[in-house]
């Protein structure tokens, strides 16, 4: 199934090479793909999504602030009922420090997030195939 | 003595001065990295690197991390306040060692205010090098704000501003329209009256075209800008890093033999550690070490020689000059409405007011060269390569272009001159 994807930075994050590949990566693989640029304010990303109500909200930030920002964007879509239960992933470089894989990752699992990839492409097309699979037997959003 | 004039003294007799990108969110590590900066082995001017959330005015997430002792990617110069700067900058900024605040912002009139309250004189950016590729923010508010911010620096004595223009997205920008760009938004200062500026060009893919197109740049700032007190800054790659420590210090000792060669006063580098992390203050110290090595070097080009090879880089800039100058006397406007128009587009970049029907592809041999030039107005002049668009592979392979050359140790030496 084809799934519309949002993608986007975090509010204090000014990269976007990481948004054209992932745009460019998505759509290749037949999914729908709105991207919303460089430095998107919470409310934008809250009101975009609520409005179009993605099969998948993609949030990539390599600033550094990716952990703070993704952990305060995850519990505001968490709050929103129609986001409640809609996919929403992370990943890029998420501190200043270059880990990978820690801890920090469990804590964005327990905010709320579905999958934390740093610089893992394969793991994230993976997921992306796999929803795009629950999507087609009508599973898409519930876990 | 001005950021402007310390550079032209330091750089005198053909010496390049180089400046790391540096911030730290508690003051007397901004401190400590300013010293270790202007002992390094080399000649250097300092960096105040401000952190995102102050480049993007959310002074509580400022506030929130500072009270948490949170990490942050730069010093917040607002929230920190000018006190608190003058006493970082105190007995270390000075004529010998010239400090640039560094920021990133479509809206720069707080940092500005809070840089000059602090003492200091100079920064960088631009109304569209600071708004298209790190924003959402409109343009033409972007160009209010900067039109603003440059009426404000310009009431310091010999303030300097250095245009961002030529470092657009960091690669996949064909160097014409970065050179524009640079051109361009120093011609916008200007209108808003500053009087000491620097050009900035980031290095690309190939050594003989970064010649080509520096040397393009020098003429058209002297054409263009004959009043103005001026320098040129060349920026170490900025795309995708190579990973190994040889790998990264050949394309940044490729860099500064680029500057010397065309004559830029300073360089911006990178470090050993660009392609994991934010650079550790002795990352940074062995990088300008480094460039400084290898500026010394290495010999500038021939005065009056011209470049090697004429790809049209000049006549492109200067089409593409011509016609957003023709839009409107008034520098902001003509911006406005070239993006508008599509004589300004920048290839991959997602900002709602660029057009996006541009792109830039690498040749096989690495030159920089147009796919699509939409409504640019180069037609004449454009030498295009056709072909499908790029798939997300073809994207990585050309973003790690250089990452690839740089990192494979069987072909070292290709890119050495």
Redesign the interface.
């Known amino acids: 199934m084809a799934l519309d994807i949002v993608v986007t930075s975090t509010s204090s994050d000014s990269h976007t090479w990481n948004l054209v590949f992932l745009q460019l990566l998505l759509e290749e693989s037949g999914h729908r793909v709105i991207s919303l640029g460089a430095c998107v304010p919470d409310a934008v990303l809250l009101q975009t999504t609520q409005q179009r109500r993605p099969d998948l909200i993609v949030i990539s930030s390599v600033n550094g602030h990716g952990r703070q920002d993704g952990l305060r964007v995850i519990r505001a879509l968490r709050a929103c009922p129609q986001l409640a239960a809609t996919p929403v992933v992370i990943g890029g470089k998420l501190d200043t420090i270059g880990s990978e894989g820690d801890s920090a990752d469990v804590d964005l699992i327990a905010a709320g997030f579905n999958g934390v990839f740093t610089d893992d492409v394969a793991a994230f097309r993976q997921y992306v195939e796999l929803l795009a699979r629950a999507g087609r037997d009508g599973r898409v959003g519930v876990g | 003595m001005s950021f402007g004039t310390s550079i032209a003294r330091l750089a005198a007799g053909g010496c390049l001065v180089v400046q790391p990108r540096m911030g730290f969110a508690d003051p007397r590590r901004m401190r400590t990295g300013l010293i270790a900066t202007r002992d390094a082995d080399a000649i250097t001017a300092g960096t105040i690197t401000v952190d995102?959330?102050t480049?993007?005015g959310?002074d509580r997430?400022v506030h929130r991390?500072l009270a948490a002792g949170?990490?942050?990617?730069g010093y917040p110069i607002v929230g920190h306040g000018p006190a608190v700067t003058r006493a970082v900058l105190d007995g270390v900024a000075g004529p010998d060692f010239p400090v640039q605040v560094r920021h990133?912002s479509a809206d720069p009139r707080h940092i500005v205010a809070a840089m000059i309250a602090a003492g200091l004189d100079a920064t960088e950016g631009g109304p569209v090098s600071y708004c298209l590729?790190?924003?959402?923010m409109p343009l033409r508010q972007a160009v209010d704000n900067w039109a603003y911010t440059c009426e404000l620096l310009a009431e310091v004595p010999a303030a300097h501003l250095e245009t961002f223009g030529g470092c657009m997205?960091?690669?996949l920008c064909p160097p014409a329209l970065l050179i524009a760009l640079s051109v361009l938004e120093g011609l916008f200062f200007h209108q808003h009256g500053l009087r000491s500026m620097s050009f900035s060009y980031a290095q690309q893919t190939s050594p003989a075209q970064d010649d080509e197109a520096v040397a393009a740049l020098a003429r058209l700032v002297a054409e263009l800008l004959p009043d103005v007190q001026t320098h040129l800054v060349v920026y170490t790659y900025m795309g995708v890093f190579p990973r190994t420590r040889s790998g990264a210090s050949r394309l940044l000792a490729e860099s500064a033999r680029l500057a010397v060669r065309g004559g830029a006063a300073r360089l911006i580098v990178k470090t050993t550690a660009e392609a994991?992390?934010?650079p550790t203050i002795a990352e940074n110290v062995a990088a300008l070490a480094c460039a400084a090595a290898a500026a010394r070097a290495e010999q500038p080009a021939e005065q009056g020689a011209g470049p090697a090879t004429d790809t049209a880089i000049y006549a492109q800039a200067r089409a593409i000059i011509d016609a957003v100058l023709e839009t409107s006397t008034d520098v902001g406007k003509a911006l406005v409405t070239s993006f508008a128009r599509g004589y300004l587009d920048v290839p991959?970049?997602?900002?709602?007011d660029n057009a996006g029907r541009t792109r830039g592809c690498l040749d096989a041999s690495g030159w920089l060269r147009w796919q699509r030039i939409g409504a640019l107005p180069i037609r004449d002049s454009a030498d295009l390569i056709t072909g499908a668009t790029?798939?997300?592979t073809e994207?990585?392979t050309a973003?790690s272009y250089m990452e690839k050359i740089y990192d494979a140790p069987i072909l070292e030496g290709v890119h050495a001159r």
């Open positions: 995102s959330y480049r993007v959310d997430s991390a949170e990490n942050l990617n990133g590729p790190y924003s959402r997205m960091g690669q994991f992390r934010i991959y970049c997602l900002h709602p790029m798939t997300s994207l990585l973003l």
